[in-house]
């Protein structure tokens, strides 16, 4: 089964490496990201249709993946804490979420069989209250970069948070829903190959 993830995340393509052999990924460019505030479940299911529209399809892949996440700010349900630029923009959004619960939202778009499946789910995530020099390791490591929310569970943050509920792939990445759909799909072309 050929799949091409359009996203830039080194962490979902070595998820979907993990698990399937014929794995392509390409960055997807100029997608617009704004989007009205409300809901963290409509905005990040926004964003995702917009990567999806924007994804040119191919017959060289029989699978297209795109996919959102978003990180909550734990004070506000409609504010989402983006990936931050800078150590100080780092620092800002950790120190938001030490010592807190927070939801991430994960949204997962997947073009297989001619259709388009999307699915939203969100997890909960605990950050202890880590001290300053633990926060000055976590900025001085730069695991933050390129992380919503300026962490990354599955890095060093992971030994300061706890998920509380839901799955882990939903703070890395893609739905959990989606990756259990890519494991039927890729049942049904091993049974059409054999």
């Given at each position: 089964m050929r799949i091409l993830l359009a996203s830039a995340s080194e962490r979902r393509g070595s998820i979907l490496r993990e698990r399937f052999s014929n794995?392509?990924?390409?960055?997807l460019k100029g997608v617009d990201?704004?989007?009205?505030?409300?809901?963290?479940?409509?905005?990040?299911?926004?964003?995702v249709t917009r990567k999806a529209n924007a994804v040119k399809h191919t017959d060289e892949y029989d699978v297209v993946i795109v996919a959102d996440t978003l990180v909550e700010d734990p004070d506000d349900a409609r504010e989402a804490l983006g990936k931050p630029t800078s150590k100080q923009e780092a620092t800002t959004m950790l120190?938001?979420?030490?010592?807190c619960r927070?939801?991430?939202?994960?949204?997962?778009?997947?073009?297989?069989?001619?259709?388009?499946?999307?699915?939203?789910?969100?997890?909960l995530v605990e950050i202890e209250n880590f001290s300053d020099d633990d926060l000055i390791e976590l900025i001085e490591s730069e695991s933050w970069?390129?992380?919503?929310?300026?962490?990354?569970?599955a890095g060093l943050m992971g030994q300061y948070a706890t998920l509380v509920e839901g799955s882990e792939y939903t703070v890395l990445g893609f739905t959990q829903s989606s990756l259990d759909y890519l494991d039927d799909v890729q049942s049904l072309f091993s049974?059409?190959?054999?």
């Open positions: 794995v392509q990924q390409v960055a990201e704004s989007v009205p505030r409300e809901a963290l479940s409509n905005q990040v299911q926004q964003v120190l938001r979420l030490r010592g927070h939801r991430v939202w994960s949204a997962t778009m997947v073009h297989a069989l001619g259709k388009w499946q999307t699915s939203v789910e969100y997890a970069v390129g992380k919503a929310g300026g962490y990354d569970l049974m059409n190959r054999s």
